[in-house]
């Protein structure tokens, strides 16, 4: 019955790693969306995908490289992980792109990286 | 700095007492979201309030916007220790983005 899911839900791993985080949605919705959540709560967007295409890539690394391999899955690669990529990282989606729809989060990915 | 601010940055009450979180935001809008976050979870969809609309309803939950202002207000009656969570005002300042504040940390307690 999971809307929205990720895996995996802890990742450990050392500076200069390359790690994937996957999400996968079973609402049918159009639209997926990976955001960044820091220590001090702060959310912010980093991509959003509608039918499969990218429509949002805000001013991210490089190193960050989202995929959509279909419109219930948007997946997350990090190149070369740095101190500073510690965080809780959220998938999303919502019905359509647009700003009027409510978006349904996962439970969230915490990436540590020593 | 970010979109949208809450405040206060944290609120302490009592089981039974209303919460009040305030949301203030620069640029003008077309609709504002509230989110609340448990800790250690993802963020669930309370509530949405278009620039057209002042006042909005949903169960415990009264969400206000002052357009004028550049505010918003989610008031929680009667409030459960089930209600202790981050709650989050989302702005869209274009029509493709949420931009989220930093949170107001509520703690209702028992």
């Known amino acids: 019955d999971t809307a929205v899911s990720q895996t995996p839900k802890y990742l450990v791993t050392q500076m200069g790693n390359d790690k994937s985080i996957k999400c996968e949605q079973n609402?049918?919705?159009?639209?997926m969306y990976w955001y960044k959540q820091d220590s001090k709560k702060f959310l912010k967007i980093m991509f959003s995908?509608?039918?499969?295409?990218?429509?949002i890539n805000e001013t991210v690394p490089n190193r960050f490289s989202p995929k959509s391999p279909d419109k219930a899955h948007l997946n997350l690669h990090i190149n070369s992980l740095e101190l500073g990529d510690s965080a809780v990282y959220f998938c999303?989606?919502?019905?359509?792109?647009?700003?009027?729809?409510?978006?349904?989060f996962g439970p969230g990915t915490r990436l540590t990286v020593t | 700095s970010q979109q949208g601010e809450e405040d206060p940055q944290a609120l302490s009450i009592q089981e039974g007492e209303n919460a009040t979180m305030n949301c203030s935001y620069k640029?003008?809008?077309?609709?504002l979201q509230w989110y609340r976050q448990n800790s250690g979870r993802g963020l669930v969809h309370l509530i949405l309030?278009?620039?057209?609309?002042r006042e909005k309803h949903s169960g415990r939950l009264r969400v206000t916007l002052d357009t004028s202002k550049k505010s918003s207000s989610l008031l929680i009656t009667a409030s459960r220790a089930a209600d202790t969570a981050s709650y989050f005002c989302?702005?869209?300042?274009?029509?493709?983005?949420?931009?989220f504040g930093k949170g107001t940390l509520l703690t209702v307690n028992p």
């Open positions: 609402l049918g919705h159009d639209t």
């Open positions: 309030i278009r620039s057209n609309e």
């Open positions: 640029t003008s809008i077309n609709n």
């Open positions: 989302a702005t869209d300042p274009s029509n493709y983005k949420l931009t």
């Open positions: 999303a989606s919502s019905p359509q792109s647009g700003t009027w729809w409510e978006q349904y």
């Open positions: 995908y509608n039918n499969k295409e990218l429509i």
